[in-house]
Nanobody
Framework: AQLVESGGGLVQAGGSLRLSCAAS????????IGWFRQAPGKEREGVSC????????YYLDSVKGRFTISSDNAKNTVYLQMNSLKPEDTAVYFC?????????????????WGQGTQVTVSS
């Protein structure tokens, strides 16, 4: 299986970006998709995840109301719409696939990872 992220870039605070995660070799019937991010000098943290099978969707508290995760099964792609971006959202964003979408966002539960896409929010 392979996951490929795209859509990162440089944006001013208050702006928006939409990240895409294109999956191949797996389907959303079998896997939940999560978004994680890692800023320099910080641990990787879970941002959001979604499961078509269970209907579960979770968000990191600091992004609730600003980020929205969605999936397009026809394109085998998961999106992360990020609005009202803040400088503290600056990080490399990764998508990953797991059997379950859990609010704990345990990275060890994720079997497949993309290469990451850089998001930089300027103040």
């Amino acid at each position: 299986a392979q996951l490929v992220e795209s859509g990162g870039g440089l944006v001013q605070a208050g702006g928006s970006l939409r990240l895409s995660c294109a999956a191949s070799g797996l389907t959303f019937d079998d896997y939940a998709i999560g978004w994680f991010r890692q800023a320099p000098g910080k641990e990787r943290e879970g941002v959001s995840c979604t499961s078509d099978t269970d209907g579960d969707t979770y968000y990191l508290d600091s992004v609730k109301g600003r980020f929205t995760i969605s999936s397009d099964n026809a394109k085998n792609t998961v999106y992360l719409q990020m609005n009202s971006l803040k400088p503290e959202d600056t990080a490399v964003y990764f998508c990953a696939a797991a059997i379950y979408c859990r609010e704990s966002f345990d990275p060890y539960e994720y079997d497949y990872w993309g290469q990451g896409t850089q998001v930089t929010v300027s103040s």
